[in-house]
């Protein structure tokens, strides 16, 4: 007896309970019985998918985008004279806001020291580019309002999903994006989740990304980011002096030993 | 250029001078800078304020090329016959990376006196040493012989420090207290679910 045979009984004995006619054996009730469950099964299903209207709509629901950071360890920080692109290394990242934010630290270059004459150097981050896309930014020279391609398309796609944060000289030393008036002025800690006063990236140009997630638009990652860093040492000789005497990323030649004056 | 052409002979003395910015005499003393001049010369000679002593045939340097243009040559000066006593004074302080100076002189073997200036021959850095330990069985006693191993500056640029890589050890190694590379480690390969809600 296979458990199909305990469905049928089930079926039986279930009808034979409304009247004599159903539960008999004749070919008659069978077809009525049939019938029956039929339309009972049928209701079952309609209220079944009654109660799934009532469940969290499709756009409550989301799949999410899976992100793989993968910082580079043996990174080399570049040191940047004049003016240059530069994509940066990803040194840390975080998600918050129920996972619809994340964000990135995207360590830029060395910050340089000073020129021949004792004038220290001055980087500026002039220009933010992701996927191809320059940024324009809002009034606040934070916030992303569109992206515009070098032949003038523009991309709206990044409106309020992205945010960029520079500083040019460790943590303490917020800087605006040279074309906005506007711009962050808090310390590193202060806009990075989890960041403390330990987080100081002591002579470190860096940028904290904030993307927040809009797959209509696109917006599933940090994407490839570049900046345009402009420094202020680009004389041959500042460049060449600079990278003699440094101790970190130079030659380590003390300053004595280098004849300047001519 | 020195004229010798009327000099019958010419003796030449080598002189070195030694500068350990980090010098101390004991294991827990304070580091001071200390410039060691000491040369070959028949007698102590001052020069540019640092009074060269003779220590004669206990220096020696290995002979080095002249090349026209700065070459990454570099030089190998030794002094025997330093007493066990001083030991101790070059293994509490920082020899490696002091930097180091050799000029040479010329003299009138008869007058003694110096033909022209003292010229520069080598500069850079020690880039490492060695002591050798020179027993007396007979009188039970000991002398050292260090030997300095120099790299010119040329040799140094050409080196160039590696510079500051993104991982903690090398931020570490630059400054201490920073924590910022402290996760970059960690982040490797790691996968955030971005987006995804309920």
Redesign the interface.
């Known amino acids: 007896m296979s458990f199909l045979d305990d469905v049928v009984d089930f079926g039986k004995s279930a009808i034979s309970s409304v009247g004599g006619f159903l539960g008999g054996d004749s070919v008659g009730s069978g077809l009525a019985r049939t019938a029956l469950l039929g339309y009972a099964n049928n209701r079952i299903n309609k209220m079944i998918n009654k109660d799934s209207d009532s469940r969290?709509s499709q756009s409550?629901?989301?799949?999410?985008?899976?992100?793989?950071?993968?910082?580079?360890?043996?990174?080399?920080?570049p040191?940047v004279y004049g003016n240059a692109y530069v994509s940066g290394?990803?040194?840390?990242?975080r998600?918050v806001n129920?996972?619809?934010t994340?964000w990135f630290?995207l360590?830029i270059c060395?910050k340089t020291g000073n020129k021949i004459d004792g004038t220290p150097s001055e980087i500026s981050i002039q220009e933010v580019y992701v996927d191809g896309y320059r940024m324009v930014f809002k009034s606040d020279g934070i916030t992303a309002d569109y992206g515009v391609t070098p032949d003038g398309d523009r991309f709206e796609g990044f409106d309020n999903n992205i945010r960029v944060y520079p500083f040019v000289n460790g943590?303490a030393n917020p800087a605006n994006i040279t074309s906005e008036s506007n711009g962050n002025t808090a310390s590193a800690d202060n806009v990075m989740p989890n960041w403390?006063s330990?987080?100081?990236?002591?002579?470190l140009v860096f940028a904290l990304v904030r993307v927040d997630?809009d797959?209509p638009n696109d917006i599933?990652?940090l994407g490839e980011v570049k900046f345009r860093v402009n420094n202020t040492m680009e004389d041959p000789g500042d460049c060449l002096f600079d990278?003699?005497t440094n101790?970190?990323?130079?030659?380590?030649?003390?300053e004595s030993?280098v004849f300047s004056d001519a | 250029m020195i004229d010798l052409s009327s000099y019958n002979g010419i003796r030449s003395a080598v002189f070195v001078r030694l500068q350990i910015d980090e010098y101390r005499t004991t294991s827990g003393g304070s580091f001071t800078q200390e410039v060691l001049a000491f040369s070959d010369h028949f007698q102590d000679l001052i020069y540019e304020g640092d009074t060269y002593q003779t220590v004669g045939t206990l220096m020696g340097i290995a002979a080095t090329s002249s090349e026209l243009r700065s070459s990454s040559d570099t030089v190998t000066v030794s002094l025997s016959g330093v007493p066990n006593s001083s030991i101790k004074e070059i293994i509490h302080s920082r020899i490696k990376g002091s930097t180091i100076e050799i000029y040479r002189g010329y003299f009138d073997p008869q007058t003694r006196t110096q033909i022209g200036d003292i010229t520069g021959r080598f500069k850079g850095f020690v880039n490492n040493y060695s002591l050798d330990e020179d027993y007396n069985i007979d009188s039970r006693t000991a002398s050292n012989t260090i030997t300095l191993q120099c790299a010119s500056n040329i040799d140094v640029l050409s080196r160039k420090t590696s510079g500051r890589r993104t991982n903690p050890e090398s931020e570490k190694r630059f400054f201490p207290s920073d924590v910022s590379m402290d996760r970059v480690v960690n982040l490797a390969g790691t996968t955030y679910n971005f987006g995804r809600k309920g």
């Open positions: 969290p409550q629901t989301q799949a999410g985008t899976r992100v793989q950071v993968n910082p580079d360890p043996n990174y080399n920080v040191v290394a990803v040194t840390d990242a998600m129920n996972k619809q994340m630290v360590t060395e943590s403390t330990n987080h100081t990236m002591d002579e997630y797959s599933t990652g990278y003699m101790t970190r990323y130079g030659a380590g030649v003390p030993e």
